[in-house]
Each structure stands twice: as structure tokens, then as C-alpha cells.
């Protein structure tokens, strides 16, 4: 496996955009075609486009600020987490519809949800990352998590139109890596903790050019970060049949209401802060430098990835320890 991490990190790095303009070409007119069966008509057209069609919303939408303050911005913006319960959805389609091709189906499913949202990459690269589990699960194959999404990533480089540029690419690779990370705890404990994680391995890219979200804000994405995703994407699914009666309407008001929640929790909660704006001390200002670059976030997310791989190593390792003691005393 790292000589064949290493081989795709150097083919990645040479062919990075070779095939991201033909493909960027190709799913352009689905892009405009999934935003074409959005009602024009509905006054939540620009978010139904964002979680289906992967547009972006408006820098002056008052949703987008209301979901940066409480640290659920992620959610406006098609990534892994919206693939993940899309692939969840289509299994049990493919269940119904195809019980022996139900893999094959839901790949088909992702990866036209993926050209339908203009190829963006953190869906291109969880899609990659979902067939290499599928893939893995098939041919018994023993990749670990960290391995999984390294792989991923370095499919991507030469799919991706921005190449080596894609920030977006830099900011899935280490939510990811966070999100791939061994928890023992479950329940609610675990969401914290794959919160934590998350949010502390995006802090060093987010922080010197975009305001952080307060640190409190892990506790809101582990209270409501999936169950608010369930919900936006079934009702925007749903408002695809905006043309019966009552379904339009109805999809609206639910989200409607939904609003007035986020509403409700944003009144306790902290305003957004900036670790680079805590001091001007030079450190600060090289920190910002050096993370601001393309050279400095690569750099990070390399130091990164080892960091788990290394860890997942040591856990397989201190997992066999004890079986390789009972098998010593019982050679005795």
C-alpha cells in the first residue's frame, strides 16, 4: 500500500486537471438540467438548487449567515455527508428495484448525482471513496479507512479541473480524514468526539482566510448537523414533484419551519471569531502566510494523512498484541 499511495501521489501531482476541463464540459448541461426541475415559483429555489444541484447561494443570503454563525455553512455546500445519505437512499431503491445489481446501481446513482452537481470535489471524491469501499468489500481487500480516503483524494487530482489549486479538495481531505478516525465511544459521545476532530483538522486551513465558527458549534453539528441534512435533503427531493397538488406548498412550509428553529438556536449562540485576528504578532502573521499558500495547506494535509495512517498502524498492531501473546504462552 505506500508504494501505492506513493506512485498515485506523483501520478496525481503530474496529471492534476488533465482529464477536469473535458468532464467539467460534460456535466455542465446536467448541472443546468437538475436546476431546471426546481419551481422557480418557491421562495427556497436557490436552496433546494444548492443541495440538489450543488449552485452556490449568494454571499448576502441570510440562511448562508445564519448557518456560518452556528458552524453548519458545510451543509449548503454538496460534500461527502450529502453523498452518504443519497448512497443510503439508494441502496434501499436498489433493494427494491435490482437485489442483485443493488452495488451497481447505487454507484450509477452517485455518480450521476456527482455530474448533475457540476463535478464538484468533495462529491467527486467521496463518490471515488464509496466505490473504493464497494470495491474493497468485493475482492476482500484489507484498506484501512486513512487508506481509503488518501486513495480517494489522489484519484481525484487528475479529475478536477483546478487540479492541485482545488480548495475545496484540501478542505473534504481533511474533514474526511477527521470523519475516518477509530472512536470506541457511541451514541453522542461518539458525534462530539467526530466533531472535535473534524473541526480541529480544518482549523489551520479555515482559519487565516475565513472566519471560525465558535468552538461551541461541535456541539451543535453533533446535536443536529445529520438530522437537519436528512430532513433538507428529503424535502428537497420531494419538491421535485412541485407540479401536484399541495406539494410544493408543502415542502416550502416545512422549511419554512425549520427556519424558525435555526432561528431560535441562533439567538444563544456566539458570534463567529478568527484565530489570525487573536494577535498581530509576527508568529501570527507567518502562520497566516504559510497556511494561505498552496505549498503550506499541501504540506499540512501530507503531515495529516501520516499522522492517521501512522495511528492506524499502531491501533492494528495493539489489537494483535494480545492474540500474539496467547499464541506465544500457548507455543510454551
Not at 114 to 125: D, H, I, T, Y
Not at 136 to 143: A, D, I, K, N
Not at 312 to 317: H, K, M, N, S
Request: a positive charge; aromatic letters at 12%; charged letters at 10%.
Amino acid at each position: 500500500m505506500p508504494i501505492l499511495l506513493i506512485f498515485l501521489a506523483v501520478m496525481g501531482t503530474a496529471l492534476a486537471g488533465y482529464w477536469g476541463e473535458a468532464l467539467t464540459e460534460v456535466s455542465l448541461p446536467l448541472q443546468m438540467g437538475c436546476a431546471s426541475l426546481i419551481s422557480e415559483n418557491s421562495p427556497h429555489s436557490a436552496l433546494y438548487r444548492a443541495l440538489l444541484c450543488g449552485q452556490r447561494l449568494p454571499p448576502q443570503n441570510q440562511l448562508r449567515q445564519v448557518m456560518s454563525q452556528l458552524g453548519l455553512i458545510h451543509l449548503l455546500v454538496v460534500s461527502g455527508a450529502h453523498l452518504l445519505w443519497l448512497e443510503q437512499l439508494a441502496q434501499a431503491l436498489g433493494r427494491r428495484l435490482f437485489p442483485r445489481r443493488q452495488d451497481l446501481f447505487s454507484l450509477c446513482f452517485i455518480f450521476f448525482f456527482a455530474l448533475s452537481c457540476g463535478l464538484q470535489a468533495p462529491v467527486l471524491r467521496s463518490a471515488i471513496a464509496l466505490s473504493l469501499r464497494k470495491l474493497q468489500r468485493h475482492f476482500c481487500l484489507f484498506w484501512s479507512p486513512g487508506q481509503v480516503v488518501a486513495l480517494s483524494a489522489l484519484l481525484s487530482l487528475p479529475l478536477l479541473s483546478q487540479g492541485l489549486n482545488s480548495f475545496s479538495l484540501q478542505l473534504s481531505w481533511a474533514a474526511s480524514l477527521g470523519f475516518c478516525l477509530p472512536i470506541k465511544q457511541k451514541g453522542l459521545s461518539r458525534s462530539l468526539i467526530r466533531a472535535a476532530l473534524i473541526y480541529l483538522f480544518l482549523s489551520p486551513l479555515l482559519s487565516p482566510s475565513l472566519p471560525l465558527p465558535h468552538p461551541s458549534s461541535v456541539i451543535v453539528n453533533a446535536l443536529f448537523a445529520g438530522g437537519l441534512l436528512s430532513t433538507w435533503l428529503s424535502l428537497s427531493l420531494l419538491h421535485l414533484l412541485h407540479f401536484l397538488p399541495f406539494v410544493g406548498s408543502l415542502t416550502d412550509s416545512l422549511m419554512d419551519f425549520s427556519f424558525y428553529l435555526l432561528d431560535f438556536v441562533r439567538e444563544a449562540f456566539p458570534a463567529p471569531w478568527n484565530l489570525c485576528i487573536l494577535s498581530s504578532s509576527n508568529q501570527t502573521r507567518k502562520f497566516t502566510d504559510f497556511f494561505c499558500s498552496g505549498r503550506g495547506r499541501w504540506l499540512y494535509l501530507i503531515s495529516l494523512q501520516s499522522m492517521v495512517l501512522t495511528y492506524e498502524a499502531y491501533q492494528r498492531r495493539s489489537s494483535l498484541w494480545p492474540f500474539r501473546e496467547r499464541q506465544g504462552g500457548a507455543e510454551l
